[in-house]
């Protein structure tokens, strides 16, 4: 069929409706619950990293019950962090991470994670992903964080047309109005899990088909 051009002003309200009935991103349901700091978006991204959104954020809720500052984290050692994460990947190297991040930040910032990307990819675990997240959500700043679901949904639309997702990240830096950098991934991360999946999407009901290009898609629902 033909298509309509794609416009993302449009796409945004649309994203927004079909996104309601689904649970939210892990970061920003987090930032929803009291947990927005830079110091907790940083640790519970870097939780979610090759983990499932249902279970680091069940993690990151029993960590921060226990400890949610540097100063808290720190006091603790690798192994109790451990205990209480280990139902993420790579759990007991990303314990070890999580306390060396909060001694850093307690012993060199004052128990305050400053807003700067620098200090945070410093950090042992942390990419651009979880940077650009944290300093997206935490810090108000205009960052655009890209995950598998972002990648894969910003390329089947055409609207960018790149091969890995910090590719993806550099290409959305150059189209996407500044105003949508954060709610991108707020919007794709649910989008991409409940509608626009990777494999058969649910093309017959999604309310962008019109516009979406399908690039790469050879079966669908």
Known sequence: MDKQPFEIDEAMVRLRDAVRPFPKAAMFELRDD???????????????????????????????????????????????????????TFHERKAAQIREI??????????????????????????????????????????????????????RWGYVRAKTPEATMDALEAVLPERYWVE??????????????GDRPRCSTCPLLAMCRQVGVTNHR
């Open 34 to 88: 009291g947990f927005g700091s830079p110091f907790e978006q940083l640790v519970a991204c870097m939780l979610s990293v090759r983990t499932r959104d249902e279970t680091s954020l069940v993690a990151a809720r029993r960590l921060f019950a226990v400890a949610r500052t540097a100063a808290t984290v720190a006091e603790l050692e690798p192994a109790a962090i451990d205990a209480l994460i280990p139902d993420v």
């Open 102 to 155: 909060a001694v850093t930040v307690r012993d060199t910032h004052g128990n305050d994670l400053p807003c700067d990307e620098d200090v945070m990819r410093s950090f042992p675990g942390i990419g651009p992903k979880c940077a650009n997240l944290a300093l997206g959500i935490a810090c108000g700043q205009q960052r655009i964080s890209v995950d598998i679901h972002v990648h894969r949904v910003t390329n």
């Open 184 to 197: 991108i991934n707020e919007r794709l991360v649910p989008f991409g899990k409940h509608v626009c999946t």
